[in-house]
């Protein structure tokens, strides 16, 4: 008799433990905002939309919806997240301080601006890899120019604002990253219209205004820079913002030098992530984004293995949006990057 209300008390209280918990952990939901993401945004440029920035509120981001991602880890179109309040972000830190300490890095780039100068190592994948990142044109030369009412874009800057993006990224997977075109004021910019200016240099030095000696001088300073740095990986991205007719829309398309199997291979992978991320996003949308052979000055005088991007036309308006809205500039980066760590674990 005495055994069996014994047994039944334990069940009881290990009963009210469970009904405890369960109330903490929804009491914990209470209060905190369900959002959706927009087309094409990742999870880093979602949080930051909603005033979350770190890896502890990412961290605790992806705790909360685990389950809701995609295969490689993406955000789903449509589908609803909880975003983590600043006391989760809290928790998460002091757990992990206390559990083990932190591996991650922080290392400073002013170029990204103030707000995004310090960037955290979230893992090594690309560790060993070095990149050489050129955006087209700058300095005296603004590229490809579109008006939209009184304002004219210019290509130079969007180009910067997407390379930018892009070396982020790859810092974040451990990579060694060179920016050849730098403008020490612009950093990344989330505005529709970014302002033009002629500030850009090669890595401090003028930009000529002669078009051969300003394509020279960024093949030069990238092959000085390869010829220094170690490892088998070494990348030089190109990217560009094309000119046609008004009404000519066309997808992003990709050169490599010739007889550059490498440059085929990185191409191609850069290519196919575009793709799959398109029918993720955008399902039926289609893409019609080629990859071929080029006799470009750039591909053929750079040492290291080359990808030339072209990501749209400035003069037509549906491909302007590829490059206006800022969370579709971070959609580019954050696929170039997952096109160049398919092409890298190759």
Known sequence: ????????????????????????????????EKVTPEKGEGIS????????TG??????????NRGKFSKDG???????????????AANATTLRQSSSPSKARTIKEPLFGKQLKNVTIKDHTLEGASFYLVSGHGGPDPGAVSKVGGVE????????????????NLMEHGAKVHII??????GIRDDKYLKNSKRETCMGRKIPRNHTKRLQQRCEVINQLARKDTGKYKRAIFIHVDSR?????????????????????????????IEDKYGQHQ??????????????????????????????????????KRLVIPNNRQALANWICQGIIKDYKK
């Open 1 to 32: 008799m005495i055994f069996t209300i014994f047994v039944d008390m334990k069940a009881y209280i290990n009963t009210i433990i469970l009904l405890l918990l369960l109330f903490a952990s929804a009491t914990s939901l209470i209060g905190q």
């Open 45 to 52: 440029a979602f949080l930051r939309r909603h005033g979350l």
């Open 55 to 64: 890896t502890d509120a990412k961290k605790q981001f992806e705790e909360i």
């Open 74 to 88: 993406g955000l789903l179109m449509g589908q609803t997240y909880i975003l983590p309040t600043p006391s989760d």
């Open 153 to 168: 874009l210019h290509e130079d800057e969007y180009a910067y604002d997407i390379i930018l993006r892009l070396a982020r």
């Open 181 to 186: 075109i730098q403008d020490k004021k612009d």
């Open 245 to 273: 007719r008004v009404k000519e829309q066309i997808d992003v398309f990709l050169y490599h030098a010739p007889n550059s199997t490498l440059g085929r291979r990185l191409a191609n992978n850069i290519r196919n992530t």
């Open 283 to 320: 399902p039926g949308r289609g893409f019609k984004g080629t990859v071929s052979d080029r006799r470009l000055y750039v591909l053929r005088e750079t040492t290291p293995v080359a990808a030339f991007l072209e990501l749209g036309n400035i003069q037509n308006e549906k491909d302007r």
